[in-house]
């Protein structure tokens, strides 16, 4: 992702000194002072830091026990006050933990006022950003560079900046020397351990903070967050919610299928089972809607003769109050089959079984005597009604 810088003064101007680097580090926009309207320009597409000259801050390094950052940030000011000249209450705190000292905190001081002012002023051209950072972390230690009439300077016992005019002063209090660092575009300066670097020192400064850890000064109170940062955050939350929705659709079509699947097994293994009971010959299943209803229809037209029969037979075997015609006629069973019922018997004797025939005959049935012999004292015989 390209990454451009927007470098900042004391005073706020109507032209931007502004540069954009690649995601490789190189300059594909060089320094140079924009509007607004091209500002944006170069914003597009890009993530944005804001850097201050650190003449308008300073730097201390704290130590703290162990705390909470929201402790830290409330003891931080009180820790500090016998070191500022200005009241707690007018400045502005944002502080990193050293990552090489526990306990050990790096903190920035600037002019709450002036910052308030300047988020103002930005948001009002519409100029979103990330990151607001120092010039001053560009540098590592043991090193100092000259940039933006002022020098900074990284070493165990000062971090921050210094006019030019007492660079002199300020490396003798060092306790070892340190590698500087001058460009094209600074202030010569007569020292025989400079580095002269070919760059513009705004490109330096912004190569360095693109691969280098700095302290972000919108902390706190001013903490941002932007309209790019919102979108970009509803544009994630947006894509999450849509591929949410889409594994758990595919999910729920799946669980849909896969019980579909088990009903369809389950309705098709009911199928074949009942068809098996109407045609126990069949070897597979055939058609069994269309064979089922055939052989039910059938069974319709049967059903109508079995309930005549039935009719006709309790009309000739019982009297109208529900007793026996003849009591000396015993039914012992009845069996329905091939469009006939089959009756099985005892009477006392064959007149009683001759009469019983006549009532049937009486009725409109068909008679048939399949067998009737003696057995003992009664007479047991079959017959067949159609």
């Known amino acids: 992702m390209h990454t451009c810088f927007l470098f900042v003064g004391h005073e706020f101007e109507q032209h931007y000194l502004s540069l954009r680097l690649d995601a490789s580090?190189?300059?594909?926009?060089?320094?140079?002072?924009?509007?607004?309207?091209?500002?944006?320009?170069?914003?597009k597409g890009a993530q944005t830091i804001v850097v201050l000259p650190t003449r308008l801050a300073s730097l201390h390094q704290l130590a703290l026990p162990k705390l909470s950052s929201s402790k830290i940030r409330a003891v931080i000011p009180y820790a500090l006050e016998e070191q500022l000249a200005e009241s707690v209450v007018r400045l502005h705190f944002a502080f990193?933990?050293?990552?090489?000292?526990?306990?050990?905190?790096?903190?920035?001081?600037?002019?709450?006022?002036?910052?308030?002012?300047?988020?103002?002023?930005?948001a009002s051209q519409q100029i979103v950003f990330e990151d607001m950072t120092l010039d001053w972390f560009a540098i590592k230690e043991g090193e100092a560079c000259v940039h933006d009439h002022q020098v900074l300077i990284h070493a165990s016992t000062f971090k921050g900046a210094v006019g030019v005019e007492l660079i002199d002063y300020s490396l003798q209090e060092m306790p070892m020397p340190l590698k500087i660092y001058t460009f094209s575009n600074g202030i010569p300066i007569p020292h025989h351990d400079a580095v002269l670097m070919p760059e513009n020192s705004y490109h330096w400064i912004a190569?360095?903070?693109?691969?280098?850890?700095?302290?972000?000064?919108?902390?706190?109170?001013?903490?941002?967050?932007?309209?790019?940062r919102k979108t970009r955050r509803w544009f994630m939350f947006a894509g999450l919610a849509a591929m949410t929705w889409f594994l758990v659709n595919l999910l729920l079509k799946i669980i849909l299928l896969f019980m579909l699947k088990h009903h369809n097994a389950q309705v098709s293994t009911q199928i074949s089972d009942l068809y098996h009971q109407f045609f126990p010959q069949s070897h597979a299943v055939v058609s069994p809607r269309?064979?089922?209803?055939?052989?039910?229809?059938?069974?319709?037209g049967a059903d109508a003769l079995l309930w005549r029969l039935l009719e006709q037979l309790a009309a000739?075997?019982?009297?109208?109050?529900?007793?026996?015609?003849?009591?000396?006629?015993?039914?012992q069973a009845l069996r329905y089959q091939s469009n006939g019922l089959m009756l099985n018997l005892e009477c006392d004797d064959f007149a009683t079984l001759e009469a019983f025939e006549s009532r049937l005959h009486h009725q409109g049935i068909t008679v048939r005597q399949l067998s009737a012999a003696q057995k003992g004292k009664n007479v047991v015989a079959s017959l067949e009604l159609k």
Do not use: Y
């Open 207 to 228: 190569q360095r903070l693109l691969t280098q850890s700095f302290l972000n000064i919108c902390q706190g109170e001013f903490s941002q967050d932007s309209k790019q």
């Open 316 to 331: 000739a075997a019982f009297t109208d109050g529900g007793a026996t015609a003849d009591k000396a006629l015993r039914i």
């Open 25 to 43: 580090g190189h300059v594909d926009a060089p320094i140079e002072r924009r509007t607004v309207e091209e500002f944006h320009l170069i914003q």
């Open 290 to 300: 269309f064979r089922i209803e055939q052989l039910l229809k059938q069974q319709s």
């Open 96 to 122: 990193r933990r050293q990552l090489d000292m526990d306990n050990h905190f790096l903190v920035a001081v600037l002019d709450k006022q002036w910052l308030a002012e300047l988020l103002n002023h930005l």
